[in-house]
């Protein structure tokens, strides 16, 4: 039987007793990926040969009797956004084909110095604008639980990675909900962090504002793992924090009387079987002892225009660079320089990427610039007090992460405003820069995961990762669902 080494904390055991080597380990995921990446498409590129000389290394450490850090020889991937110094980087679009970084990424350059075992580059919406992956050039990752549904996005590579067992853990990049959105389809935990906590230094920027890079991960105690070891502050990026705690050694809490508020908003249009599944849920965590509070949040019916305006007006700057001059794609057939442009951009970008630009372009230009950016940053604002007023009377909010499963494949395509719709439960998280993090909850009629959402007020990401903990272990493993049917290791 195939085996499923799906915990970082059992993998680590079995390197200490010597039952598996971390070569060993690295071979037999590198084996799962030249077959189930055929049908996933889950990876753009496999670093096969980086990995096992990383192997190598953890292996020739642990014969030393040499102690491991916390992700040493735990194999891993990386979405295609985060730099990786002689790897090439593509962000999923045709512009950036052939960019090799000359640097990395802080979060790989800390994991690579914990001798991380890089599988490969994960597929990603391109630019990471999208909601299914499938604006990615190199064609969308499938769903592990049924191949003829979405991976989600636009980080659906690091979940498809995860939930088809060929990675452990994924890190990808959170802008909307790019974790919490596939970690919730493909039945996983997503970690979006409070935004400044993980270092943005290399992920190539789409919305510098509202992106954060995060963990996609089995169960939370990897992912509080995973949390714990990237979230330091680094001089480079100007809005580094670094977090205020470590969350693993906080998993054990008890949540008995801990206020849990759910905004009635959130459940406006939402499927019923997950309006059902939340329900449920909500009665777990009153069984553990916590306090239901319900309340009303109208600033939540702003926050997908006050998302879309503020991520497509920093999208239009932030890609301004890809210009043919630079680096990337250069068109060869062009009469001067703004015709090179012009021809370079309209056929580097694929179509989702150039209607964000478009619009973020005109909610910039002169006489518009009142009407509607200036008024998102004040939407904002209010959006922003509206949790700040909300966790006075309550620890974390509680909501569902998407308000559907996993879409069938080309639904994007046939309906982009559904699309965008999708996304009203995990934008206010990423405009109010909070963490927020998914977590399975149950399952459709077509055996698909539903996911449910923790929100916390600003650096208390120990108390989302705890509450997700506490409901996990109270759930005894019924809410996950391993795919290929292996030896649970």
């Known amino acids: 039987m195939e085996r499923t080494f799906s915990k970082i904390k059992h993998i680590k055991k079995l390197f200490e007793t010597k039952q598996v080597s971390c070569t060993e380990l690295t071979s037999e995921y590198l084996d799962r990926i030249e077959e189930e990446n055929k049908v996933l498409n889950a990876y753009i590129r496999i670093t096969g040969e980086e990995a096992l000389q990383t192997a190598k290394k953890v292996d020739e450490k642990i014969a030393r009797g040499e102690s491991l850090m916390p992700l040493e020889g735990i194999p891993m991937s990386l979405k295609d956004n985060i730099s990786t110094n002689g790897i090439e980087t593509t962000c999923g679009s045709n512009i950036l084909k052939g960019y090799v970084p000359i640097y990395d990424a802080t979060v790989w350059n800390i994991l690579k110095n914990q001798n991380a075992v890089l599988l490969g580059k994960t597929n990603m919406d391109e630019f990471a604008m999208g909601s299914s992956c499938e604006t990615s050039c190199f064609g969308g990752a499938l769903n592990p639980h049924d191949t003829r549904h979405v991976a989600g996005g636009s980080s659906g590579g690091a979940a498809s990675s ?239 992460t998407v ?30 820069g909070l963490p927020a993090l998914s977590i399975p909850c149950g399952f459709d009629d077509k055996g698909l995961p539903i996911g449910m959402q923790l929100i916390a007020d600003s650096f208390e990401d120990a108390k989302i990762l705890n509450a997700a903990y506490q409901y996990e272990q109270q759930m005894n493993g019924e809410i996950y669902k391993h795919c290929n049917g292996g030896e649970i290791i």
């Open 162 to 400: 995860v939930a088809g067992n060929i990675a452990v853990y994924g890190l990808g990049s959170d802008t909307g909900g790019s974790v919490r959105q596939p970690a919730s389809f493909c039945g996983l935990v997503g970690l979006k962090p409070t935004y400044g906590t993980v270092s943005r230094y290399g992920l190539i920027a789409y919305a510098s504002s509202l992106d954060q890079i995060g963990p996609i991960a089995s169960c939370v105690e990897d992912a509080a793992c995973i949390y714990d070891s990237i979230s330091v502050y680094d001089s480079n990026d100007a809005t580094s924090r670094g977090s205020r705690s470590k969350t693993s050694d906080k998993l054990d809490r008890s949540i008995k009387g801990m206020k849990i508020g759910v905004a009635k908003e959130f459940f406006d249009g939402i499927r019923e079987d997950i309006k059902k599944s939340i329900e449920k849920a909500i009665k777990v965590y009153e069984d553990l002892g916590a306090e239901i509070v319900y309340f009303n949040m109208p600033q939540i019916k702003n926050v997908l225009p006050v998302y879309y305006i503020i991520a497509c007006a920093e999208a239009s700057s932030n890609l301004g660079r890809y210009d043919g001059i630079r680096y990337g794609y250069k068109s060869e057939l062009y009469s001067d320089v703004n015709d090179m442009i012009c021809k370079t951009r309209s056929e580097g970008f694929g179509k989702e990427v150039q209607r964000r630009i478009m619009l973020g372009t005109y909610v910039l230009s002169a006489g518009y610039y009142d009407a509607y950016y200036k008024k998102a940053q004040k939407l904002r604002g209010s959006i922003i007090r509206a949790f700040k007023s909300a966790f006075e009377s309550c620890d974390v909010l509680l909501a569902p």
């Open 403 to 432: 308000p559907t499963t996993a879409f069938e494949l080309n639904f994007t395509s046939k309906d982009p405003i559904e699309t965008y719709l999708t996304d009203i439960c995990t934008v206010s998280a990423n405009i109010a």
